[in-house]
């Protein structure tokens, strides 16, 4: 270990923490690392400290730099030109799908086809349809997996609406507007044969019926 001493071709443009006298004594162990932080607005030195504990980096000392441009160009005379290029990726980050392209007709034909007569239920259910499928492989049956596909685009626009209950609430509204009919139309025989029907197609989808 040693002691390092600003060069003193520097040492104008170096203060120490408290603002009065040129920093000394940096111990160091070999190498000798200078980073220059340039902030658009003042920082004290003990939140820098702080922000660079975080990312898991303890300086061994900070200064205060002064008449940072003159400095630089005097620094870059000596060293080079040290900066560090950033690279900028070329894919674009995703961005945000239009609203404009949502279609109603799917959401309401989704609840139909599922016969889903709650909102908090349907807003749940087709905003899954947007994201990759986190269910059990027993649970993703041949009609899930096509509804993923046909709606995965409109699912999508549909999660990033700031008016989601809304548009579900329509869908149901749809629903009913079904099922009144439909009890309407239909006599008690055929509304209880349709229903029992429907509820022994959804225990076969079931693979365990212990």
């Known amino acids: 270990k040693k002691n390092f001493a600003v060069p003193n071709e520097l040492r104008a443009f170096i203060i120490s923490g408290s603002n009065r006298r040129a920093g000394w004594s940096t111990r160091t162990n070999k190498d000798i690392l200078v980073i220059l932080l340039n902030f658009?607005?003042?920082?004290?030195?003990?939140?820098?400290?702080?922000?660079?504990?975080?990312?898991?980096?303890?300086p061994a000392q900070l200064f205060y730099c002064v008449k940072f441009n003159k400095f630089k160009k005097l620094f870059y005379a000596k060293y080079g030109d040290l900066t560090i290029k950033y690279c900028i990726p070329e894919e674009k980050p995703p961005t945000k799908p239009e609203t404009s392209k949502f279609n109603?007709?799917?959401?309401?034909?989704?609840?139909?086809?599922?016969?889903?007569?709650?909102?908090?239920?349907?807003?749940?259910?087709?905003?899954?349809?947007?994201?990759?499928?986190?269910?059990?492989?027993?649970?993703?049956?041949?009609?899930?997996?096509?509804?993923?596909?046909?709606?995965?685009?409109?699912?999508?626009?549909?999660?990033?609406?700031?008016?989601?209950?809304?548009?579900?609430?329509?869908?149901?509204?749809?629903?009913?507007?079904?099922?009144?009919?439909?009890?309407?139309?239909?006599?008690?025989?055929?509304y209880l044969d349709r229903r029992c029907n429907d509820i022994a197609n959804s225990v076969l989808e079931i693979e365990d019926c212990t």
């Open 40 to 58: 658009n607005y003042e920082r004290r030195l003990v939140d820098v400290k702080k922000d660079l504990r975080k990312t898991k980096i303890a």
């Open 104 to 190: 109603h007709k799917f959401i309401v034909d989704f609840a139909l086809s599922h016969q889903i007569n709650d909102v908090f239920h349907l807003m749940y259910e087709y905003a899954h349809l947007g994201q990759p499928c986190d269910r059990y492989p027993f649970e993703i049956t041949k009609d899930h997996e096509d509804d993923h596909e046909e709606h995965r685009e409109n699912a999508l626009v549909f999660t990033h609406m700031s008016d989601r209950k809304r548009i579900a609430k329509n869908a149901i509204e749809s629903v009913f507007a079904n099922l009144y009919m439909l009890l309407k139309k239909e006599k008690p025989e055929q």
